[in-house]
């Protein structure tokens, strides 16, 4: 499944801008479609819409979102182990690993910018240790 548009679109383009994958594809003011085999089902579209022409894969109308409210990623350094596996799969490359402490060799992950993070939990998917969830 993926996420997919409706015929509410006005094709502002918002969607097809941010999304990650180029995923998306249209003409200004003309209807927007999702390819199907590129749609990572990251939710952006859905949270940029400004007339909710978005469906996500459950076929449920995405309600716009403010860039403010959505849900980034915390961790929890207890858990981790430094891995770097949600740095490498980060869509926007917006984490880096740093050291707590120069004088230490060891690296935890950080959000670099939340304004470049889109939310798409590509960072959870990867983390075998359960330690990183996302908030607002």
């Keep these: 499944m993926s996420y997919s548009i409706t015929d509410k679109c006005i094709g502002c383009t918002l969607c097809s801008k941010k999304c990650p994958v180029h995923a998306i594809e249209g003409n200004l003011k003309e209807k927007h479609s999702i390819n199907r085999d590129k749609c990572i089902e990251c939710g952006v579209c859905g949270k940029l819409c400004p007339v909710s022409a978005i469906l996500n894969p459950m076929k449920e109308v995405c309600k716009k979102v403010k860039l403010s409210e959505w849900a980034k990623p915390i961790f929890d350094y207890e858990k981790c182990f430094s891995c770097a596996a949600c740095k490498e799969m980060c869509i926007e490359n917006c984490i880096e690993m ?9 690296y935890k992950p950080f959000l670099t910018d939340p304004q470049i993070c889109i939310s798409c939990g590509a960072c959870i998917s990867v983390c075998g240790v359960n330690a990183i969830e996302l908030k607002k």
Excluded at 98 to 104: A, G, I, P, Q
């Design 98 to 106: 740093k050291s707590e402490d120069e004088r230490k060799l060891i």
